[in-house]
């Protein structure tokens, strides 16, 4: 019985994992050029580097960059809301639980995310997504700790997270559905 259950929830948690990179590669590495554009010769390369901490939330905050509410939203929270599941996946799959090392696993995941944005050219290189990224991985930490604290027992904690997780990606590709095909809204719910 257990076993059963254990396998059920091992499956449950790596498509969901899957799931996650693949959202994770297509919104931070592939958002402006396919995979298959990447090493063309004749696309556009994108480079652009700040490295002033909080310069770009505080332009977008107080209205120096001519940009909609929506886009500001999209930008600060998206970049704080992909790096949450990765905070708790850290914690999930580690056996040493400390929040330093997790940290640690999580800023230099997100300095790598800019990194690879600068060398192929798509997209901006800026101090503020390695801010927000950290801010959300520990987010992330905090909630499976949470979580840890409540049920006591990984496999539980394991399930509740795999269960939440594919309910607001469900929820999420429900929303953008909807607003697309009702209004004919097209938007992005994430960066």
């Known amino acids: 019985m257990y076993i059963r259950q254990g ?10 994992l899957i799931s996650y990179i693949f959202l994770f590669l297509l919104i931070f590495i592939f958002k402006y050029v396919s995979p298959l554009e990447l090493f063309s010769p004749d696309r556009l390369y994108d480079r652009s580097v700040d490295v002033i901490p909080f310069y770009t939330i505080y332009s977008y905050l ?6 909609s509410p929506i886009i500001v939203m999209t930008n600060i929270l998206g970049n704080i809301i992909l790096f949450i599941p990765l905070g708790v996946y850290v914690q999930l799959l580690k056996k040493d639980k400390k929040i330093s090392i997790s940290m640690g696993i999580v800023f230099l995941t997100s300095v790598l995310v800019e990194m690879f944005q600068f060398i192929f050219g798509i997209g901006a290189t800026d101090i ?10 520990l987010i992330g930490i905090l909630v499976y700790r949470v979580l840890s604290l409540i049920f006591k027992d990984e496999e539980k904690v394991r399930l509740t997270i795999v269960v939440t997780g594919l309910i607001v990606i469900l929820l999420a590709i429900t929303f953008k559905v909807l607003l697309f095909y009702i209004f004919g809204l097209r938007i992005r719910l994430l960066p």
């Open 7 to 16: 396998i059920k929830s091992f499956i449950l948690f790596g498509v969901f």
């Open 128 to 137: 503020d997504d390695i801010i927000l990224n950290s801010l959300g991985g």
């Open 62 to 67: 107080s209205g120096k960059l001519n940009v």
